[in-house]
């Protein structure tokens, strides 16, 4: 996964939760980067057909961004999943987050076939709570 799938995740999460376009500085937020940062990689986005981006109404993907980011958080998921399930570490959401960027489809693809994966992946992670609703996880643990 590479940065342009962060973003493209990022930005998709925030839609679900606005029910609409996604903030510049929404995204700059989520992805803790300046807000010019996030404007010159959403150009990029639009440049390369994923995004439309209108100025002062926010960001939105288009049908190819929306399957990238799709495809981007399953892999997020599994990665989530596996760290909890299988290798049961604690700050699991923490370290899902720091190997998202270097993890591959490849390798994705071999962990998924590890965990035990719900159908309903990734339209299982809720964008409020920014976990999966399906992951067994006592309430006491902070979904980060």
Known sequence: MNTQDQYLKSIY?????????ASTGAVADRLEVSP??????????ENDGLADHEKYEGVSLTDEGILRASETL?????IERFL????????FRA????LESVIDETVAERL????????RCPDCFDAETDACELLDVPESEPAD
Request: glycine share 4%; proline share 2%; with cysteine.
């Open 74 to 78: 399953q892999t997020y998921c599994i």
């Open 36 to 45: 010019a940062s996030a404007n010159e990689m959403i150009g990029k986005l």
């Open 13 to 21: 999460l925030i839609q679900q939760q606005e029910n609409g376009p």
């Open 95 to 98: 370290e899902a987050r720091q």
């Open 84 to 91: 909890h399930s299988v290798l049961e570490v604690e700050e």
């Open 112 to 119: 998924d076939t590890i965990i035990d994966r719900r159908e």
